[in-house]
């Protein structure tokens, strides 16, 4: 799985760097996904609903 941020979306919660840290992290006030390849490591569907601005997905890595 590829996880993207949307930054221009973002606000900075950090609901993401919280729930899969290994994945995102804040940086200056918004999610950066500083770690794709950790995505299979945790629960990509409950990072995407914890995003309330919609601001993540998680595309299928083919
Ligand atoms: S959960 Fe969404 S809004 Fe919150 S920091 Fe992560 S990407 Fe940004």
């Known amino acids: 799985m590829i996880p993207v941020v949307d930054q221009r979306a973002c606000i900075g919660c950090g609901k993401c760097e919280m729930l ?3 994945v995102f992290r804040l940086i200056n006030g918004v999610s ?3 770690n794709p390849d950790a995505c ?7 990072v995407v609903e914890s995003c309330l601005p919609r601001a ?4 299928d890595d083919f």
Do not use: F
Request: hydrophobic share 35%; glycine share 0%.
């Open 40 to 46: 299979d490591e945790c629960d990509c569907e409950a």
């Open 32 to 34: 950066n996904v500083v």
């Open 20 to 22: 899969c840290p290994q």
């Open 56 to 59: 993540i997905a998680v595309y």
